[in-house]
């Protein structure tokens, strides 16, 4: 194979790469479009949520593969596609609007989970309260029982007479 067609290759495999990273994005836009409904609940759905967790962070690391082939294959042919532009024009012109699409999913997805990470402080703020509620609820119930069972003694009747 030479090298002309060789480049032609691995231009090909980038712009795929960029639509596996499109689609992988779209994926994990639609995923974070779940946790805020799930987040938006009055009670959340916690396997539901951390199942989606799983799946975004196994994508996330797909992601990241992608990124570092994609840059491999970049720095192979990069003195080519620079050398030869206009042979390789209707391939850039693709990336290009691949690249455009995959920074907008990028942009939504960080603005969606921007928006999740308020959702969920305001949920584990009242998740903290509940649990502050209970505890000091359950350390009243025992302090008041503890005192009343304190306060009335056989040996110390309120009615006792002493001087018999």
Do not use: C, W
């Amino acid at each position: 194979m030479d090298k002309k067609t060789e480049n032609s290759v691995y231009v090909t495999m980038m712009a795929d790469t960029l639509k596996r990273k499109e689609k992988i994005l779209s994926f994990l836009y639609e995923k974070t479009r779940e946790q805020e409904t799930l987040l938006k609940e009055e009670d959340l759905d916690q396997e539901s949520f951390q199942r989606i967790l799983d799946e975004k962070g196994e994508k996330i690391d797909e992601l990241n593969q992608l990124d570092e082939g994609f840059d491999a294959l970049f720095k192979m042919v990069e003195k080519e596609i620079v050398a030869n532009r206009d042979n390789y024009a209707e391939e850039i012109k693709d990336m290009q609007k691949t690249i455009t699409a995959v920074s907008e999913l990028g942009i939504k997805i960080q603005a969606l989970e921007h928006q999740n990470s308020g959702h969920l402080e305001i949920y584990l703020a009242k998740k903290r309260k509940q649990i502050r509620d209970f505890h000091v609820n359950n350390k009243t119930a025992a302090n008041y029982y503890n005192n009343m069972s304190n306060t009335h003694k056989p040996a110390q009747s309120y009615f006792f007479n002493e001087k018999k």
